[in-house]
């Protein structure tokens, strides 16, 4: 089974550094996904972890826990355009990506 | 552009009518997947393709929906005899085809059920 919780919608400041979390239950994994999604549009790559600790992409980095079921997504230097949904996604079984509802991220000057 | 292209970007039909989305996937990957995504909700996987073979189906595809691949390239996705609840956007993804690996989303078709 699969079971993906995200905070539905956060708000943080232009300039700042905000943490979005995922937790997730799974029999069996195999790596998790972030995608970022502007309103309107199709989703977009962020990042993949399959090992657990810190991935560092620019102003962008994922952090991996397997055994605590945890993933969170750093953003630092926050941008207006960061305004977006942020989904975390994993592989589950049969089925290619199973996704969380997404947390809505909203940048205010 | 060399990425995933949907075709319609929109559409609008009555209840009733039948509907057929077509996606063109990156053209070296093998892997091609539909999404459904209502608003407030992450994309809901549908079915995928590894080539022309159609892989797995969810449980939420009603036998109103049907997904093609006849020539392991392009896909097509029809719902015949819409209802209102298909009203949604339908994302088209792709991937190389090798274990777990990325998929790159196309722009998606928005679909309105009157």
């Known amino acids: 089974g699969q079971n993906i919780d995200q905070p539905t919608e956060m708000t943080a400041t232009e300039g700042a550094i905000v943490q979005i979390n995922c937790t997730y239950q799974?029999?069996?994994?195999?790596?998790l996904f972030w995608y970022q999604q502007h309103a309107g549009e199709a989703p977009t790559f962020l990042s993949y972890?399959?090992?657990?600790g810190l991935e560092e992409k620019g102003r962008f980095s994922s952090f991996l826990s397997r055994s605590k079921g945890y993933s969170y997504l750093l953003l630092k230097e926050l941008q207006m355009k960061d305004s977006a949904s942020y989904l975390c996604?994993?592989?589950?079984?049969?089925?290619?990506?199973?996704f969380g509802k997404g947390t809505r991220l909203s940048v205010i000057a | 552009d060399t990425g995933v292209s949907q075709d319609p970007r929109h559409k609008i039909t009555k209840r009733g009518q039948n509907v057929t989305f077509r996606c063109d996937p990156i053209?070296?990957?093998?892997?091609l997947y539909w999404y459904r995504q209502t608003l407030g909700q992450g994309p809901e996987f549908l079915t995928y393709?590894?080539?022309?073979?159609?892989?797995?189906k969810s449980r939420l595809l009603s036998d109103r929906f049907s997904a093609e691949r006849p020539k392991g390239s392009f896909s097509t996705l029809e719902i015949q005899r819409t209802e209102q609840g298909d009203s949604a956007m339908y994302l088209c993804?792709?991937?190389?085809?090798?274990?777990?690996?990325?998929?790159?989303f196309g722009p998606g078709t928005r679909l309105l059920v009157l």
């Open positions: 993804a792709s991937s190389l085809g090798v274990g777990t690996e990325t998929q790159y």
């Open positions: 799974t029999s069996g994994f195999n790596g």
């Open positions: 972890n399959v090992l657990d």
């Open positions: 996604a994993l592989p589950s079984g049969n089925t290619p990506l199973v």
């Open positions: 053209s070296e990957h093998n892997r």
């Open positions: 393709f590894q080539n022309e073979a159609q892989l797995e």
